[in-house]
C-alpha cells in the first residue's frame, strides 16, 4: 500500500489479490474472483473506526478539510483497514495499515 499527500488530498493505492485462480504468473494481472470489485475503506482514530465507505477500485482519496473534520487535524500517520467485499460472503479479513503522510 502507498500514501500520497499533494494538493490538499491524500489518497492511498494497494495492489488487489486474488482469491481464486491466481496461479498464472504470466498474466499482467490477476483475475478478480468476483462480479465486481468493491473495498471497505475504515479511517481508524485508535481503535475507533472516524470514517467507512465502499469503494469499487483499489485506490480511495480523502481531503485534508475531511481528515481535520474526522481526526481533528491531519496525522502524521494515517491508519486504516481496507478488506475486499464479496457479494456471497460480505467483507473479508480487513488489511490493517499505517502509512505515513
Do not use: N, Y
Not at 465502499?54 to 478539510?65: C, D, G, K, L, N
Amino acid at each position: 500500500m502507498t500514501a500520497d499527500h499533494a494538493g490538499g488530498v491524500v489518497s492511498v493505492s494497494w495492489t488487489r489479490r486474488t482469491r481464486i485462480g491466481g496461479d498464472d504468473w504470466r498474466a499482467a494481472d490477476v483475475p478478480l474472483g468476483e462480479d465486481a470489485e468493491a473495498w471497505q475503506i475504515e479511517l481508524l482514530d485508535g481503535a475507533v473506526v472516524v470514517h467507512s465507505e465502499t469503494v469499487m477500485a483499489s485506490a480511495w482519496s480523502i481531503s485534508e478539510a475531511d481528515l481535520v473534520t474526522r481526526l481533528g487535524a491531519v496525522p502524521a500517520t494515517l491508519e486504516l483497514r481496507i478488506a475486499q467485499i464479496s457479494a456471497r460472503t460480505g467483507p473479508g479479513r480487513p488489511a490493517r495499515c499505517s502509512l505515513p503522510l
